[in-house]
Nanobody, 121 residues
Framework: QVQLVESGGGLVQPGGSLRLSCAASASGSIFSIVATGWYRQAPGKQRELVAIITSGGTTNYADSVKGRFTISRDNAKNTVYLLMNSLKPEDTAVYYC?????????????WGQGTQVTVSS
């Protein structure tokens, strides 16, 4: 079983910064991880990919956050971070941590419970 616990959300003014954390607790080796990332969902909108990092360290970002957000990981702590700079009101959303693992030969997706990020003056 895999549990993803997000933290670090909150209220910030436009132009400000936040760092989200996603701590994974699971049985099994970290080598079963395919990728870990962040999605977000704003009211009335579909959930969208924000940033993702593969087991090999390759990163990918949504065009809307390139140059402002940075995804990183600490394998020793089983934690992935999302540093968000120059935040805009349109970044307001619930941010979900996502992880894909190989479990008994199958790809399984796991989700955190979400953390609210509100960008407002």
């Amino acid at each position: 079983q895999v549990q993803l616990v997000e933290s670090g959300g909150g209220l910030v003014q436009p132009g400000g910064s936040l760092r989200l954390s996603c701590a994974a607790s699971a049985s099994g080796s970290i080598f079963s991880i395919v990728a870990t990332g962040w999605y977000r969902q704003a009211p009335g909108k579909q959930r969208e990919l924000v940033a993702i990092i593969t087991s090999g360290g390759t990163t990918n970002y949504a065009d809307s956050v390139k140059g402002r957000f940075t995804i990183s990981r600490d394998n020793a702590k089983n934690t992935v971070y999302l540093l968000m700079n120059s935040l805009k009101p349109e970044d307001t959303a619930v941010y979900y941590c996502y992880q894909q693992r190989v479990v008994e030969g199958r790809l399984i997706d796991y989700w955190g419970q979400g953390t609210q990020v509100t960008v407002s003056s």
